[in-house]
């Protein structure tokens, strides 16, 4: 059963309820996002004056995936990075950003969680001012804590994962955050006093929708099945609008809101699709199905994959649980 929570409470009154709930628990999970918090903080600062910070643009660098370095990605990364190892509460961070697993300093304690991240989403939108933000998931450790933690720790199903959220740095900063017991729950930072309130309590996926986002530039390289499944949603009689941002959080945080159903598919070029598994589409399908809704491979639930590798990528259809189960049916040759 989940927790009620009243709007306007603090992000730390939140965490302090959710604890009190579960007295036997240590405590670590709460410092962990404690510190998240922090650092959101930090690069919600930072993105707002990047411009006059200088961090605007790209560093030169290319990162494991082979895309350009923002500025931004490597503040966002290292800010994150900084703030969980001194806390004592993960055993080792796992980045898009970087190749190998980000082992805690053994002067610190290594705690009992690990900590997936994609640092700063969408940062091609960065220089001109679109919505960006911060996605992560979170396993609690299977090695013995206080131990370096092992690969085994973080490649695994995302059905393991104990909470994911999300920042966006818009308009606003809105902190998304979700766990089995709180729901999904969104607190908007108020930059005049520097506090996360709880701004969208209890959030929730009708099962029914009329959006859809999804890049059609790319419909050359669709299969037959999706362009068929696509021209089906522009019939006059479904009333269907599409929004497309292209920026993953930001389109996966407005369908979140006000219903829909997002789709970054398998193309021609890139078959396994584009998506990481343990920073993108685990956190964001953990969301989806904790708010009622689902997210799929567009063959398979997403949370039921188990990578091989920490770069891993997955095609991702994700949203309300009707149009979801419908856009599968398609893409996998089962509908009707």
């Known amino acids: ?15 302090m ?26 690069v919600s600062s930072r993105v707002n ?41 993960c055993c080792m961070v796992v980045s898009e950003e970087e190749e190998d697993l980000i082992h805690i300093p053994e002067r610190f304690h290594r705690g009992s969680y690990v900590f997936c991240m994609d640092p700063l989403d969408g940062s091609s939108n960065i220089d001109v001012n679109a919505t960006i933000g911060t996605i992560f998931g979170v396993f609690r450790r299977k090695s ?52 996360f309130f709880l701004s969208h309590p209890d959030i929730q996926l009708e099962p029914k929708a009329s959006i859809y986002s999804l890049n059609e530039a790319y419909k050359a390289q669709w299969s037959p099945e999706l362009v068929d499944y696509i021209e089906s949603l522009k019939a006059p009689e479904r009333k269907f ?10 389109d996966f945080h407005r369908n979140l809101l006000k219903g829909g159903v997002f789709l970054y598919p398998a ?9 990481r598994v343990l920073y993108e589409a685990f956190p964001l399908a953990f969301i989806a199905e904790v708010a009622g809704g ?29 149009l979801v189960d419908e856009a599968t049916a398609a893409l996998s040759g089962t509908g009707g």
């Open 267 to 275: 193309t021609k070029t890139s078959p396994s699709g584009k998506l």
């Open 241 to 250: 609008s599409q929004r497309y941002i292209g920026s993953l959080v930001a």
């Open 49 to 89: 004056r990047a411009g006059l910070a200088g961090m605007i643009g790209a560093t030169g660098d290319t990162n494991i995936q082979g895309e350009f370095v923002m500025k931004l990605d490597v503040y966002a990364n290292e800010t994150i990075k900084k703030a969980l190892e001194h806390a004592g509460v």
């Open 144 to 195: 013995p804590e206080g131990s370096k933690g092992e690969l085994g720790d973080v490649l695994r199903a995302g059905t393991d994962l104990i909470a994911a959220g999300y920042v966006i740095y818009g308009s606003g900063t809105i902190l998304v955050l979700a766990t089995e017991d709180t729901g999904v729950n969104g607190f908007t930072l108020d930059p005049s006093v520097g506090e």
């Open 17 to 42: 309820e959710a604890g009190r709930a579960h007295p036997a628990r240590t405590g670590q999970f709460v410092t962990l996002l404690q510190q998240v918090t922090l650092a959101a903080k930090m």
């Open 1 to 15: 059963m989940q927790t009620h929570f009243d709007e306007g409470i603090t992000l730390d009154q939140f965490l």
């Open 294 to 322: 689902k997210a799929t491979d567009g063959r398979e639930r997403i949370l039921d994959l188990v990578p091989t590798g920490l770069h891993q990528r997955t095609p991702l259809v994700i949203g309300n649980k009707e």
